[in-house]
């Protein structure tokens, strides 16, 4: 493949030359190739799901072979006037852009970047979701009870978010503590009976989840947590002080980007200086991918399953807390949603690796705020669920990047496919 | 059926993993290839089986070019290939494990299982092979019968030319006996056999055509009749190889390691270490003799901390270590060669340099306030690499992608890096190429002459002879005798045969 294209290179003036040089070293397959052909395809993807889920456009095609030019021009204003909702939603409005260019007085770049701040604000908490699980996924453990252990960081930070009324900087604190306590305790219950009695941590987590929604269900119908008078199963409300401190709400009311985001990156850090410096984060990799040979060094590896999953409970926990104190401030039934898995989803997409996840969780967040824009925006109504297919496509692309080597016949390709995401189900 | 490779090129992008090979295979020939490892043999197996397709050359059979990309088009031409990892599905039967892929069916399709037996059957007495019972699963079965099967099924195939890739890796010597019977019947009944190995003395005992490959081109074409262990060495390393292990007279110290009346169970909860007494000075190789699967696995096991005694106890300087954690033991000053180093000594996707610590995560050499020194580590890698020549790209390539010499230089290296009161090696040069060998045995050597307590655990007569200063031998879980190394060969071979001391001093 490279000789055909660099064959006749020799003979062409030598920026050709250096220009083919350049294409047959892009396709050198490497990460970042793989995410924008990923994006790419996930996009076109969702252009064609566009045009045949639309009926006008679909009526259009049909007359194809007498007005061909006018039915992709159709075709392809559609899905470009979607994308661009898209994009507006999910990042900035070029409407008020173009005014605050115009006329500074009228608009505020606050006011430009709310759907920004809104991507960011939904990824706040799937960054350290998504964190958690790629902790259990590098030490080749499976924890599907993100939902409980969300849900529980969850309840336990509003426990403490309207029983106490102290200063942020000491609430704060304290709801993280309890939710990051919750998780872990959890979490690392499951790594108890897994350590000692080789339960399944798949199938204690996963029941988990069933528990805790039990849990929080049964709560929210006592007087401690109910809100007084209210009968749709909503909670008492964090107080303000338990509350986490929007940045720009001065600007604007509408600017929701609160301070979890910061803690999200710290945990970002964290976890990055866990596994490549500390002691434990380089036990759980030894263990994950060969616990013989880490027995043989002497680490115990009982304590690493459940130190581990302790870990990754915990970080559950707080992403529960985050989205409480951060959004929400009070807490319904349906608490906690799918983070749980989502954030499986988002580990699997940052190829478990910390800001590969910080990544993935704000392409979540953004597809998510983006496609609400894009459901209410377009004329023709496309359906949010398009977000869902595209971000599917996306994540698909990424896990087997085999399909996208062989496509796009990149070089270099088998060690990208041998790169491991998740251990086996040891 | 005559084989034949001719200008066989494969390039790896800049590695040249064979270079214009050319091989001829007559009918009814045992052809050895013989190569140290990453000589380039397992990937002329893999192009000859359709694993791999060469950038240049051809494959003739029976002098037409014939276009092999796919095993399936291997087996076609009557090519039957025995990895040395068994491609066997161990809860299958043997009769299943033969017929997979080729399964007879009844009229209607649904499997014929009995013509799938009376086929085994008939192709067991075809070549003389004991096969008890066609139903018998695959896993329970001794490795020896488990390659048996693995043969049977590529004859099943009706291949004519066999590529056997170091069968005898895996194999006791008892069982490498049987299995040198089968491969002269294989021959009588006129099947080629390619015979890949390290190991000289089998080649110059079954041989007819000798292929010495290196650094991916074929070095030499001889017979056994024109050359020895000594010529075929220095062929395959390029330079004369030291065969008998230059050691001093071992200058013995002080009881280091004493155990006393040990016992230890396996995994199944059967006693396999029975009342076993020894004690091993400083300064002394003990070797550890016996056929695999004697309870040495267990012993060193138990002298590692991995498995608790049922009773008695392992002292070192004084410390009954039995049934402490691994950790203790190791802190204590043991070292340990483990004998499936890829399983248990290594973790084939970390570097060099991460592996070179995997023990060592404490030492206060490779640690900086909370967190590991990862410029330590990576200063530790650069040296290790360099004063154990170990072969890779660089300190940061990953473990798995080494040649099984260099993985072990890895294990030493490690291991040599602690401070030592014992060092306990089992099997420390099993698929190993002879300069890899050589080199271990240096090792070892050094190390006891630096005072260290040295327990070699082999199933390798010769190594066992070449390294010990004095031989115990372990058979059905005790110890029939410790003996000096000037034992004679038959005397070990019986004690390893169970015969007992009295017999032999009889």
């Not at chain 2, 070019?65 to 095993?71: A, E, F, L, S």
């Not at chain 2, 076609?76 to 080729?102: E, T």
């Not at chain 2, 007495?125 to 004991?130: G, P, V």
């Not at chain 2, 005992?205 to 000594?230: C, F, N, Q, S, Y």
């Amino acid at each position: 493949m490279s000789a055909t294209t660099t064959e006749p290179a020799t003979a062409e003036p030598p920026r050709l030359d250096a220009f083919l040089r350049f294409v047959v070293r892009a396709r050198q397959a490497n990460m970042f190739l793989v995410l924008v052909l990923a994006l790419f395809v996930g996009l076109v993807f969702g252009g064609i799901m566009i045009i045949v889920t639309q009926p006008t456009l679909l009526t259009s095609w049909s007359h194809f072979f007498s007005h061909p030019g006018g039915t992709i021009a159709s075709s392809f204003n559609t899905v470009w006037f979607a994308y661009e909702e898209l994009f507006q939603g999910a990042v900035v409005n070029f409407h008020s852009l173009r005014l605050l260019i115009d006329d500074p007085s009228k608009v505020t770049l606050a006011t430009a970047l709310i759907p920004l701040s809104g991507t960011l604000t939904y990824a706040t908490p799937l960054i350290v979701a998504g964190l958690g699980l790629a902790i259990g996924f590098r030490s080749s453990l499976f924890n599907i009870g993100g939902q409980g252990q969300v849900i529980l960081g969850g309840v336990l930070a509003l426990l403490v978010g309207f029983s106490f009324h102290l200063t942020p900087v000491l609430q704060v604190p304290l709801e993280m503590i309890a939710a990051i306590g919750g998780g872990a305790l959890l979490a690392g219950f499951a790594g108890v009976l897994k350590a000692y009695t080789g339960a399944h941590e798949v199938i204690v987590t996963m029941m988990s989840n069933y528990t805790m929604i039990a849990v929080l269900g049964y709560l929210l119908i006592q007087p401690l947590f109910a809100r007084p008078g209210v009968l749709d199963g909503a909670s008492k409300a964090v107080g303000v002080s338990g509350q986490l401190p929007y940045f720009f709400s001065h600007l604007n009311a509408a600017l929701l980007l609160n301070v979890g985001f910061i803690i999200a990156l710290v945990a970002v850090f964290a976890v990055q200086w866990f596994f490549t410096r500390s002691k434990t984060g380089f036990e759980l990799l030894m263990v994950g991918q060969n616990p013989d040979a880490a027995r043989v060094a002497g680490i115990y590896s009982k304590r690493s399953i459940i130190i581990c999953l302790a870990l990754a409970g915990g970080l559950l926990g707080l992403a529960g807390m985050l989205e409480l104190t951060g959004v929400d401030h009070f807490v319904t039934p349906n608490f906690g949603g799918s983070y749980g898995f989502d954030a499986i989803t988002v580990a699997l997409l940052g190829r478990n690796k910390p800001w590969g996840v910080f990544f993935a969780a704000i392409f979540f967040g953004a597809m998510f705020t983006g496609g609400e824009a894009m459901q209410a925006f377009t004329p023709t109504n496309i359906q949010f669920s398009l977000a869902d297919v595209i971000q599917a496509v996306v994540v698909f692309c990424v896990a087997t990047p085999a399909l996208l080597v062989e496509v796009f016949h990149l070089r270099g390709g088998s060690r990208l496919m041998n790169s491991t995401y998740a251990g086996g189900w040891v | 059926m005559k084989l034949e490779l001719r200008g066989i090129t494969k390039r790896f992008g800049s590695l040249t993993a064979n270079n214009n090979v050319n091989l001829v295979v007559n009918p009814g020939e045992i052809h050895c290839l013989l190569g140290e490892n990453g000589a380039g043999k397992s990937t002329l197996m893999n192009i000859l089986y359709g694993l791999i397709t060469p950038d240049e050359g051809q494959i003739l059979i029976d002098d037409e070019v014939v276009t092999i990309v796919d095993p399936k088009d291997a087996v076609n031409h009557g090519i039957g290939m025995v990895h040395q990892h068994f491609m066997l599905i161990p809860v299958f039967s043997i009769a299943d494990n033969v017929i997979l892929g080729s399964e007879p069916l009844k009229p209607w399709p649904v499997i014929d299982y009995k013509a799938a037996t009376s086929r085994l059957i008939e192709l067991a007495n075809e070549y003389d092979f004991e096969i008890d019972d066609p139903q018998a699963t695959v896993e329970d079965l001794p490795i020896g019968a488990q390659q048996r099967v693995e043969i049977l099924k590529a004859l099943s195939h009706e291949a004519s030319v066999l590529i056997l890739d170091e069968p005898t890796a895996v194999l006791t010597p008892q069982e490498t006996d049987a299995f040198m019977v089968i491969l002269r019947s294989l021959k009588a009944s006129g099947k080629s056999i390619i015979f890949i190995t390290h190991k000289l003395r089998e080649v110059l005992a079954i041989a007819d055509v000798i292929t010495v490959m290196r650094l991916g081109e074929v070095v030499g074409v001889t017979t056994p009749k024109e050359t020895d262990e000594r010529g075929l060495a220095a062929m395959m390393v390029g330079r004369d190889v030291n065969f008998v292990v230059e050691k001093l007279p071992a200058s013995i110290g002080d009881v280091v390691l004493k155990v006393e009346n040990l016992y230890v169970e396996d995994s199944r909860g059967l006693t396999s270490v029975k009342d076993v007494s020894f004690e091993v000075r400083a300064g002394e190789i003990l070797a550890v003799a016996g056929v695999q699967g004697n309870g040495q696995t267990e012993l060193v096991e138990a002298l590692t901390g991995m498995r608790h005694p049922s009773s008695g106890h392992v002292t070192l300087n004084g410390v009954d270590l039995a049934g402490e954690s691994v950790r203790r033991f190791l802190n204590a000053g043991v070292g340990h060669v483990p004998e499936d180093r890829q399983r248990y000594g290594l973790i084939p996707s970390l570097s060099i340099s991460d592996n070179l610590v995997l023990d060592q995560l404490d030492d206060p050499r490779f640690r900086r306030r909370f967190g590991r020194d990862l410029k330590a580590i990576k200063a530790n890698g650069i040296q290790k690499r360099e004063s154990f020549d170990i072969r890779s790209q660089s300190e940061e390539s990953p473990v798995g992608a080494l040649s099984g010499g260099n993985q072990q230089k890895v294990v030493m290296a490690r291991e040599l890096s602690r401070e030592l009161k014992v060092l306990i090696c089992s099997q420390p040069t099993r698929g190993l190429d002879v300069g890899s060998i050589e080199f271990m045995h240096r090792q070892i050597v050094d190390i006891r002459d630096s005072g260290v307590a040295v327990i070699i655990v082999s199933s390798e007569l010769d190594e066992v002879v070449a390294l010990g200063d004095r031989i115990a031998v372990l058979y059905d879980g005790e110890i029939q005798d410790i003996v000096p190394p000037t034992a004679s060969r038959e005397d070990l071979g019986l004690l390893m045969a169970g015969a007992g001391k009295a017999k032999v001093n009889a």
